[in-house]
């Protein structure tokens, strides 16, 4: 229901889209966010936004360079990343929740699968 696609090998100070498109059911209600999971690391909050899309969340690691969107006619939501970091290699996911707070990974509901991005230096 939610698939995760974007992901690559991109070097320091490149950008890259990531994007999550949503199926099966109507996620317009639904708060959607952004975690993601480096090698042998906890999963971390990257991002967040909220079903009407007027407010945003950003991680402090990722605030400036990230810009989270969506658009729910067309049932995705995508985040911008500038600035690209060897230390944002990750595997990347998205998630869709109606429980706050939009940090917290527990919160969510609904998984897609993960898309890896690699930032080489």
């Known amino acids: 229901q939610l698939q995760a696609s974007g992901g690559g090998l991109v070097q320091a100070g490149d950008s890259l889209r990531i994007s999550c498109t949503t199926s099966?059911?109507?996620?317009?209600?639904?708060?959607l966010g952004w975690f993601r999971q480096a090698p042998g690391k906890e999963r971390e909050f990257v991002a967040a936004?909220?079903?009407?899309?007027?407010?945003?969340y950003y991680a402090d690691s990722v605030k400036g360079r990230f810009t989270i969107s969506r658009d729910n006619a067309k049932n995705w939501v995508s985040p911008q990343m500038n600035s690209l970091k060897p230390e944002d290699t990750a595997v990347y996911y998205c998630?869709?929740?109606?429980?706050?707070?939009?940090?917290?990974?527990?919160?969510?509901?609904?998984w897609g699968q993960g898309t890896l991005v690699t930032v080489s230096s």
């Open positions: 998630a869709a929740g109606i429980n706050r707070p939009l940090t917290d990974y527990s919160k969510y509901d609904y």
């Open positions: 099966g059911r109507t996620f317009s209600s639904y708060d």
């Open positions: 936004i909220t079903s009407s899309g007027y407010i945003r």
